[in-house]
C-alpha cells in the first residue's frame, strides 16, 4: 500500500528563521511527487512537481528536493505570508496520487 | 472565470435534504475529480472522471452520486447523509496524456464546505 508521510505536523517558525519540511514515501512506482500549498478556506494551490531522485525546484523563498524515499520543501528566510498548510503527493505509475497529512507552517514577525 | 470554480462554497443540510455541488473548469483539462477533505485527515479522492467516463469509484456510499455531462463541468448529488459527511469537498482537473491516466499535478477549486445537521 502507498504511504506518504509529512513532518512535522505543525512547524513555528520566526520570521527570517529558514527550516524544511519532510514528505517520506512508500509506494510502488513513483511517476511524480507534489507539493501543494494551502491556504485556510482554500484548495491546494500547485507548487512543485519532481520526477527522479537528485532533482530540485526552487520558487521564491521555496526549494523542493527529492531522493529515493523523501523529499524536503526548504523555506529560506521565510516571510508571515508563507504560512500555510504544506501538502505532498505522490503520483504512481498506477495512475493513483496519495496525499499526505500535510505541514502547518506558521511564520511570525 | 479562470480556474477551477465551486459553487456553492457554503452550504448547509439537513439529513432529508437534496443538495447538489457544482464544479466547473476554465483549463480545457479532460479530467476531473472529487476529493473529501476533514479535519485531522489526508485528502480522500472519491471520484475520478477522465474524458466524461467515471474511472474511479473510491468505495463512496451510494449517498454520493457524480455526474460529469462534459469534461468542462462535474456534479456531486448529495442525499440522506449523515453528520460525518460534513468536510471540505473539493473539485479538480487535470490533463490526461498516458492510458486514460492522469500525470498527476492537480488544480484544485477553493472547495464547498459542506455542514450536516
Request: net charge neutral.
Amino acid at each position: 500500500e502507498d504511504q506518504v508521510t509529512q513532518s512535522p505536523e505543525a512547524l513555528r517558525l520566526q520570521e527570517g528563521e529558514s527550516s524544511s519540511l519532510n514528505c517520506s514515501y512508500t509506494v510502488s512506482g513513483l511517476r511524480g511527487l507534489f507539493w501543494y500549498r494551502q491556504d485556510p478556506g482554500k484548495g491546494p494551490e500547485f507548487l512543485f512537481t519532481l520526477y527522479s531522485a537528485g532533482e530540485e525546484k526552487e520558487k521564491e523563498r521555496l526549494k523542493a528536493t527529492l531522493t529515493k524515499k523523501e523529499s524536503f520543501l526548504h523555506i529560506t528566510a521565510p516571510k508571515p505570508e508563507d504560512s500555510a498548510t504544506y501538502l505532498c503527493a505522490v503520483h504512481t505509475n498506477a495512475g493513483k496520487s496519495t496525499f499526505g497529512d500535510g505541514t502547518t507552517l506558521t511564520v511570525k514577525p | 472565470e479562470t480556474g477551477v470554480t465551486q459553487t456553492p462554497r457554503h452550504l448547509v443540510m439537513g439529513m432529508t435534504n437534496k443538495k447538489s455541488l457544482k464544479c466547473e473548469q476554465h483549463l480545457g483539462h479532460n479530467a476531473m475529480y472529487w476529493y473529501k477533505q476533514s479535519a485531522k485527515k489526508p485528502l480522500e479522492l472519491m471520484f475520478v472522471y477522465s474524458l466524461e467516463e467515471r474511472v474511479e469509484n473510491n468505495s463512496v456510499p451510494s449517498r454520493f452520486s457524480p455526474e460529469c455531462p462534459n469534461s468542462s463541468h462535474l456534479f456531486l448529488h448529495l442525499h440522506t447523509l449523515q453528520p460525518e459527511d460534513s468536510a471540505l469537498y473539493l473539485c479538480a482537473s487535470s490533463q490526461d496524456r498516458v492510458g486514460g491516466r492522469a500525470t498527476g499535478e492537480l488544480f484544485f477549486g477553493e472547495g464547498s464546505r459542506l455542514t450536516v445537521l
